[in-house]
């Protein structure tokens, strides 16, 4: 008999963020692929009408949750409750991301704290809040969504970078203390898609040259070019992989 190495059928996942964009894309590939699937965002009454959607969608049992991810306690007695009342995911995929522009040296201090707390933060937050459960059961996956800017810098997002940065070291911080617990943890890192963060870049003509150039697949990602590798993760396949940041990015940090 063949083993489904990449069957997440019926697994339960919790994804931040995934009312609108990015988030949204990854929580209904992991849908389509038969997870069940908790969607997250600020606003309950939009994550709701989201969730019906994609469960109208793709026939998964989809689920929305709100709380603040750069609340501390707020995510402790979420992510409790959420346990309480689903059981313990095997699945968190980390995306909540925030994204500031200005020249380093006019960089707001209440941005620089901004993207400090939703981009790193709330990772650190959110999964130090799941992963007793996930180590008492003895499984989990948590992926980590980075960025090119994990690796590359560009001018006016010098704090985002480092976040992200960060993102990509706490990931290998992560993968050392809990594979002991048969947990794997491993960083998903986009390089340019066409996301409601990043409306200004893709509208800029002259943006979409230099993207087009930079890249040597020549051209902006597709969301559903990132479900293969989120479902590698999420799956049996990876299970003695960890502490990695893939990029899927069409060969940008690749090159010079």
Known sequence: MKQALFDISDRLALVTGSSRGLGNALARGLAHQGARVILHGRDLDKVKAEADKVAQDTGATVEAISFDVTDAN???QALETLIDNYGTPDILINNAGLQRRAPFNEFDTADWDALIATNLSSLFYVSRALTPAMSERGSGKIINIGSVQSKLA????????ATKGGVALLTQGMAADLARFNIQVNCISPGYFKTEMNTAL??????NQWVEKRTPAQRWGHFDELVGTLIYLCSGASSFVSGQNIFVDGGMTSVV
């Open 202 to 207: 893709w509208q800029d003509p002259a943006f």
């Open 74 to 76: 707020a995510t402790k």
């Open 154 to 161: 560009r001018e006016t997002i010098a704090p985002y970078s």
